[in-house]
């Protein structure tokens, strides 16, 4: 018998959340109406789209389904709450031990009005979590230093099977990158976005 395995996560979202955690503190007020590489969101959306999915996908892993894990993402424009500097990291921490339940990744869930087996929704959330994490780095001015097992976990999640849905059905078409590009670039090209996306373009 494995004694390790009832501390082992089912689904380890923390190097995900603490990467967008370390991005929260040296956002400014002034940055709020900027530009993203989301182009109906400003920062101030994208932190509010922050704090709405991970609600959904705490809820989502806790099997507690309802309003929360009902609406689609794309239901309205997001509104930034003036707590967003407290809730958040509130949320993150809540998500991340919601997915180290070995019942989160057991059965179904559902996330944005969508029933999903309970281990892809966890997939789905720590996706969500690098590649708008990446967004927030890059509209913030930023460094952003994924994990490797979440960008390969990105990978597999957005890259396009043959005669099968690809990441065009999740954020948009794929945009080209060199052969040699750095694996952050090519998993976020994947996501639709260009690597080399500024807040001025």
Sequence with gaps: M??????????????????????????????LSGPTPCPDYAVRELLAHLVGL???????????????????????????GEDWREALPRLLDELVAAWHS??????????????LPGEVAGLVARNELVIH?????????????????DLRSSEALLAPEEGGPGSSDIFGPPVPVAAGAPFLDRVIALSGRRPDWRPGD
């Design 2 to 31: 494995d004694t390790h395995s009832t501390t082992r996560p089912a689904l380890d979202l923390k190097p995900a959340a603490e990467q967008i955690r370390a991005l929260l503190g040296p956002i400014e007020d002034r940055q």
């Design 133 to 149: 994490g990446w967004d927030l780095a890059r509209s913030t001015g930023q460094d952003f230093r994924a994990d490797e097992a």
């Design 102 to 115: 070995p019942a989160a990744v057991e059965g179904m869930t559902r996330a944005g009005g969508v029933d």
């Design 54 to 80: 991970a609600t959904a996908f705490r809820d989502a892993g806790r099997k507690d389904l309802g309003p929360t894990t009902d609406t689609a993402p794309d239901a309205a424009l997001p509104v930034l």
